[in-house]
């Protein structure tokens, strides 16, 4: 099963235009295929990860600013993104929507397995989320990233760590606290009003807040013993929400 992954991962994820990137393609650390062979290989044999052949320090290019966005489903993340988006000029990442978007490609071999993954509310594997990710970094060209949903477990955090941590400077993770039942209600809302989305049902959403509690909220807990958790209370309407995320953002320096 990996190993088909890995075979079919490069020509799905590698799509981003050259000349755009965080980094020279050249000088790419590891090839996705790589990683995942790392990974998935014995432990024993298993050689450490290689460090990229270079010093980003030492280059004059500012590293691209990120900014994670978590929270419960539904709790109003990509309503808020929207805000900062039009408010602060930043570049909005949304994890799901590239991997609904991937699940949608014609021609993805991740297709089916993207769609039992958001079903049934379980974290894809990190090598596919992060390269989308980095790859739509590239793609955009702009270097304020909102990154949405992500990193969502400690397998998320670990990929990201060895593809990324080095390649961009974190600035904080905006965390959308809300409790359970809003945010069921308002994902059965966003249903109901015709999101399309195939978790936007009950039998998900259960699984979905499972996952989030299990594997989320540790993640949460750990930036947030790092002191870099900047906390929101998504619990009131949206542009209450927001006067308190300008307050961050304008507190921040953006
Ligand atoms: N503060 C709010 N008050 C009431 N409804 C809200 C608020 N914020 C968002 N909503 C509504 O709740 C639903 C979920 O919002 P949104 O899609 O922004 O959440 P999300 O955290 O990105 O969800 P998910 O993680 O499931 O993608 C949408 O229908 C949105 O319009
Ligand atoms: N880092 C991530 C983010 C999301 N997923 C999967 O997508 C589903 C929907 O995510 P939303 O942020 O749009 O709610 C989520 O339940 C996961 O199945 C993921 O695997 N990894």
Redesign the pocket.
């Given at each position: 099963m990996w190993r088909a992954l890995a075979q079919t991962a490069l020509r799905a994820v590698d799509r981003s235009p050259a000349g755009a990137g965080l980094l020279p393609p050249k000088l790419a650390p590891l090839t996705l295929t790589q990683q995942l062979q790392l990974r998935h290989s014995s432990k024993a044999s298993q050689p450490k990860p290689q460090q990229p052949p270079y010093k980003i320090a030492s280059m004059s290019v500012e590293k691209p600013k990120v900014v994670f966005v978590l929270?419960?489903?539904?709790?109003?993340?990509?309503?808020?993104?929207s805000k900062i988006v039009d408010r602060f000029q930043f570049t909005h990442l949304?994890a799901?929507d590239l991997l609904r978007e991937e699940r949608s490609r014609e021609g993805s071999e991740f297709g089916t397995l993207i769609e039992d993954y958001i079903r049934n509310g379980k974290i894809v594997p990190v090598e596919v989320t992060c390269s989308l990710l980095e790859n739509a970094m590239k793609a955009s060209g702009k270097s304020r990233f909102l990154i949405?949903?992500f990193p969502r477990n400690q397998d998320n955090l670990d990929g990201w760590n060895r593809q990324m941590a080095e390649k961009v400077d974190m600035q904080f993770v905006l965390f959308?606290d809300c409790g359970e039942d809003v945010?069921v209600q308002?994902?059965l809302?966003?249903g109901q009003?015709g999101?399309g989305?195939t978790?936007?049902n009950m039998e998900s959403l259960k699984k979905?807040i499972s996952t989030y509690n299990n594997d989320s909220l540790p993640i949460i807990k750990f930036f947030e013993g790092a002191g870099q958790v900047k906390r929101i209370d998504?619990?009131?309407?949206?542009d209450?929400?927001f006067g308190e995320v300008e307050r961050v953002f304008l507190a921040s320096g953006f």
């Open positions: 929270g419960g489903p539904g709790a109003g993340k990509g309503t808020q993104c949304s799901g949405d949903g959308f945010c308002r994902c809302g966003r009003s999101s989305r978790d936007d979905r998504a619990s009131p309407d949206a209450a929400v």
